[in-house]
């Protein structure tokens, strides 16, 4: 085996290695002394989809297409679920020479499309059967309950009742990692832990307070998340690469806004009345719409189908809204840190996709795109939000490329595959 590459969703880096230093994670301490740790900047914006297809392709949105888990069908008002189809960069395992690879829940790869090797889908997964490649492997994992993704909906029903779902998601999934290791040499081994992710959405508030009764059994599902990378690394050679990477850093969420709401509000966004408003019920009138979560499009001429923003009225409209975001208070907080410019941010032969602006949400706020326009301020049983910073990188092996100064998501096979990397690049 070549390179085993870990993917610990969600995990901060500085969590991390407060986790290995704390005793929490003690085979993570023993790994993290033996390599590198650095933090890791997120996809733009910090939207997983993206952030994961930046890490297996080595490009930013504007090179793989993959904004995030929704997007408008170009020309049109038709909202669909990006998937592995919207790939226009090929993930690592599907490039010539790349030989036989395990790929195993990796977000973004549904449906699960012919490679050599094999591969089960992380989320969006609408279904095991479209999920597994080859087919054939379908029936053992249907044997052992092995699940695309967590039963969300144990959250109404507690805290208590949705960890011990995400112990058993996990257990299987760790289950179907070793029955398939053993059956054949692979080149690389990618896999993925995502409970962490889910974890700290629900329960970020219970890591934070230590007299919550939940806080130690935060502690204890990353005790077992280590425990599980201890029964990994075990398995390995020292010549094996090994690499762990989360997609986004996590912090405190304590207000939730609906971006379309406030640009409704103020005179940039209009819709005509509907029992379920979409993107195609928004009036000419309409200059500006938002996308989960931080995605500001122009409702330009020529991009949608009733779009009336002109060219020439474009940057003076930027301007405006730049400025209308960076000032924008709810409930007397603000609710930006920085506007980018998409243009700035995406390179690539699809970057003229991008969103028009970014908005990067202030300290303790989640922004969102919903077209649902009753709650400005939304009710969540969400606490703990995605970060842009401190995502985490680990590393160590030999024939490695450098770690850049600023190490961002699509910078992570040019560390780990760099002369597979390097190819892509020739054959592009």
């Not at 490679?115 to 889908?121: A, C, Q």
């Not at 850093?249 to 209009?270: D, I, K, P, T």
Request: with cysteine; hydrophobic share 40%; net charge negative.
């Amino acid at each position: 085996m070549n390179l085993f590459l870990l993917g610990i969703d969600g995990l901060p880096r500085w969590m991390w290695q407060q986790f290995a230093d704390s005793g929490v994670m003690p085979n993570s301490q023993q790994l993290l002394n033996s390599g590198t740790l650095v933090p890791m900047k997120s996809a733009l914006p910090e939207v997983s989809s993206a952030a994961w297809a930046s890490i297996v392709t080595g490009e930013n949105s504007g090179g793989h297409n993959v904004y995030g888990f929704t997007d408008l069908m170009d020309g049109s008002y038709t909202l669909g679920f990006t998937s592995s189809r919207t790939f226009r960069s090929k993930p690592f395992w599907a490039r010539e020479g790349a030989g036989r690879n395990l790929i195993i829940n990796v977000p973004q790869t549904y449906p699960a499309l012919s490679m050599p090797g094999m591969l089960v889908s992380g989320f969006v997964a609408l279904d095991l059967k479209r999920a597994v490649h080859p087919p054939e492997e379908l029936a053992w994992l249907e044997s052992i309950s092995y699940a695309v993704d967590a039963d969300m909906s144990l959250v109404e029903k507690g805290k208590q009742k949705f960890v011990e779902e995400l112990h058993r998601v996990m257990a299987a999934r760790c289950r179907a990692l070793h029955h398939h290791w053993d059956r054949e040499p692979w080149q690389n081994i990618m896999f993925v832990l995502t409970g962490t992710d889910r974890l700290n959405h629900y329960l970020w508030e219970d890591y934070e307070d230590t007299t919550s009764p939940f806080h130690q059994t935060f502690l204890d599902y990353y005790h077992e998340v280590d425990r599980q990378i201890g029964c990994i690394l075990n398995r390995l050679d020292d010549n094996v690469t090994i690499a762990a990477v989360s997609d986004h850093g996590f912090a405190r969420q304590r207000m939730s806004v609906n971006l379309n709401c406030l640009l409704a509000e103020h005179g940039y966004l209009a819709l005509r009345e509907s029992q379920r408003p979409s993107y195609i019920d928004m009036l000419p009138e309409t200059k500006a719409f938002a996308m989960d979560p931080g995605r500001i499009y122009l409702h330009r001429q020529g991009r949608y189908p009733g779009g009336t923003v002109s060219a020439d009225e474009a940057e003076n409209l930027m301007q405006q809204l730049t400025a209308f975001f960076k000032d924008a208070t709810v409930n007397g907080q603000p609710i930006a840190s920085e506007v980018i410019r998409g243009k700035e941010a995406y390179d690539g032969p699809f970057a003229h996709r991008a969103p028009d602006l970014i908005v990067m949400a202030a300290a303790d706020i989640a922004l969102s795109g919903r077209m649902n326009l009753s709650e400005l301020i939304e009710s969540t049983p969400i606490n703990g939000k995605h970060t842009y910073e401190e995502s985490s990188f680990f590393v160590r092996g030999e024939g490695l490329g450098k770690i850049p100064e600023e190490m961002k998501v699509e910078n992570v096979l040019d560390v780990v595959l760099p002369r597979q990397s390097q190819l892509a690049r020739r054959a592009a």
